[in-house]
């Protein structure tokens, strides 16, 4: 820095006033995204089915059932959803969204940086006909990150009770949302013949356990990457499958070293270009 030159601090954040009557018209959106602020509804909703999301039935079955009693008024769970990169994470939200949209369900998306508006968020939520996800992809923050004290707070509840028509399903590569240290390790005790983690671990732990229904997608077998791609190719009015179209599917993914439906899709739109008419 400079002799003489300060640093300037960042402008104050505007505070939030709700206005209900400058809401959207939640009704005629599918989806919103938080965003300065505000509630912005997204015009173009990703159309993705469930019958699209092979290899994860089990993780689709738990996700419908408990998305089910939520729109159904009945008690349902948020909801982690853990695992490899690729593997249908994101997707099965999005499926989800345009499987239950008729019945009133609505999404919100939020980035990690804004849960500390989450109260701003729920406001104009609450007490309203739709039922909402507040959907928040690709979770993991550090341990000092005012999002965890906010995401807690939502997942657990403060002094003001959380609205019964939101509930968060969150997506992450990491099953504890935060990075795990070698440092970690080090607090491990012992007490008696059994072996207690420290506060570090405890702390990463607690938050994940918030979420009462988690769900974990492994990376997928050959078998199954092979499948998603047959889908793919379908989609784009290729289904013709040879042993040679397989040869260099699994070579695209043995190049990438992930066997995912995000490569899957990625080698898919390759072979169908080059083979356009």
């Not at 960042?10 to 009557?21: G, K």
């Not at 104009?124 to 507040?134: A, M, Q, V």
């Not at 671990?201 to 050959?222: A, M, N, V």
Request: charged residues 25%; hydrophobic residues 40%.
């Amino acid at each position: 820095m400079c002799a003489g030159r300060r640093s300037q601090a960042p402008p104050a954040r505007e505070p939030f006033l709700f206005d209900r009557n400058r809401l959207p018209r939640m009704n005629q959106h599918l989806a919103y995204r938080w965003h300065q602020q505000r509630l912005q509804p997204i015009e173009f909703v990703h159309r993705v089915s469930l019958d699209e999301l092979l290899g994860i039935e089990r993780q689709k079955a738990a996700l419908v059932q408990n998305t089910h009693q939520f729109v159904e008024r009945k008690p349902a769970n948020h909801v982690l959803l853990t695992g490899s990169r690729g593997t249908g994470k994101s997707s099965i939200v999005k499926a989800i969204l345009n499987q239950f949209a008729p019945q009133g369900l609505r999404l919100v998306e939020l980035a990690v940086h804004d849960l500390i508006d989450l109260p701003d968020v729920v406001a104009p939520l609450r007490g309203r006909e739709e039922r909402f996800l507040l959907y928040v992809d690709d979770f993991s923050v550090a341990t000092n990150d005012p999002a965890l004290t906010a995401l807690k707070t939502a997942l657990d509840g403060g002094i003001e009770e959380p609205p019964e028509n939101v509930l968060i399903y969150a997506t992450s590569n990491r099953r504890h949302l935060m990075p795990e240290m070698k440092r970690d390790n080090e607090e491990y005790h012992w007490v008696d013949d059994e072996l207690h983690p420290g506060e570090s671990t405890e702390e990463k732990i607690s938050l994940s356990e918030r979420f009462g229904l988690w769900l974990s997608f492994p990376p997928f077998t050959q078998e199954q990457y092979l499948d998603v791609v047959r889908l793919h190719l379908a989609k784009l009015g290729h289904a013709a499958w040879d042993e040679e179209t397989e040869k260099l599917a699994l070579r695209w993914a043995l190049n990438r070293a992930s066997r995912s439906g995000r490569v899957a899709r990625q080698f898919a739109r390759d072979w169908a270009g080059r083979h356009a008419g």
